[in-house]
């Protein structure tokens, strides 16, 4: 049975997303839970998973840098799906509690909830950990007068009540998760319409930024999403995420684009061509 690693421990929003990509794509793989992100994605070029699914990308607080800071790694994965997910945020508490004066998740979570927790629990000391279930196991542990942001089964798995629902800043929260492999597999009869560029431009020369962008624009190529990260080789040094529609682009042209792009980088990652799931 092919292993499917995940931001653990159980309960958190990587598993229920990669509960619903296994049916969706009609798989049988077994679901196990990691202790970070980095370790889940390493466990596949490690090989001692098959796929890893991670949060890339929330729709009210970014990127889930540490998927990205991962993803530059010298480590040669292929994204063979992505997943529109809607998360919901519960306050859970273990029973008994009546004061709450921690709050308790992960940073993406606290970030979600920024609002409501600034209106409700002005007071609150705010402590940031791995994931939400975890969170939610540590409250479920005896951590004193805390809260947990987490998801409704964390609080079934780790026993805790509900003390508000839905408390996200913007009901419609979704996050892009994507699953990893070791290589580029048809899961699912979907259209595969998107391809993930990691690319380090050479920044000493002037426009050589501009010119990466034109060459998708003179290819016809339309770019959905760029973003930088810091390349860790020294300050002004920026890695870029890049993203394009190539749903009709042929492998020919792409391939072609890719080339002349090729030649105003340092490195350039395919990180391959995948369908979305809504
Ligand atoms: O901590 C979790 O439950 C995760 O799966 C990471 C996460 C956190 C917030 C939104 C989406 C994913």
């Known amino acids: 049975m092919a292993i499917l690693a995940f931001l653990g421990p159980h309960g958190t929003h990587s598993e229920e997303a990669a ?6 794509c009609k798989q049988d793989w077994s679901l196990q839970p990691y202790r970070g992100i980095h370790e889940a994605i390493y466990a596949v070029h490690n090989g001692d998973a098959d796929y890893c699914f991670v949060p890339i990308e929330n729709s009210i607080e970014g990127s889930v840098r540490i998927t990205l800071d991962t993803l530059m790694d010298d480590i040669d994965l292929k994204i063979n799906m992505e997943l529109i997910w809607q998360v919901h945020n519960q306050l859970l508490l ?33 402590i940031e950990v791995v994931s939400t279930a975890h969170a939610a196991k540590m409250v479920a542990d005896g951590l004193p007068d805390a809260a947990a942001i987490a998801s409704k089964r964390s609080g079934q798995i780790y026993n805790l009540q509900t003390a ?19 290589k580029q597999e048809i899961l699912h009869k979907e259209k595969p319409v998107k391809t993930l560029l990691i690319c380090q431009i050479d920044g000493s020369k002037a426009g050589s930024l501009c010119g990466v962008l034109n060459d ?26 890049i993203e394009i529609e190539t749903a009709n682009v042929s492998e020919e042209q792409l391939r072609k684009t890719l080339q002349i792009v090729q030649e105003k980088c340092l490195w350039l990652k395919n990180m391959g061509y995948f369908p979305i799931i809504k």
Request: charged share 25%; hydrophobic share 35%; proline share 2%.
């Open 164 to 182: 508000d629902a839905e408390i996200q800043d913007i009901s419609d929260n979704v996050t892009r998760f994507i699953l990893l492999g070791k």
């Open 216 to 241: 998708f624009a003179n290819s016809d190529i339309n770019m959905t999403r760029i973003e930088s990260r810091p390349a860790r080789t020294g300050l002004g040094n920026y890695v870029f995420f």
């Open 19 to 24: 509960a619903y990509i296994n049916d969706f």
């Open 94 to 126: 273990k029973k008994g509690t009546t004061a709450i004066k921690k709050i308790i998740s992960h940073p993406q979570a606290l970030a979600q909830c920024r609002k409501y927790i600034q209106k409700n629990y002005s007071q609150a000391e705010i």
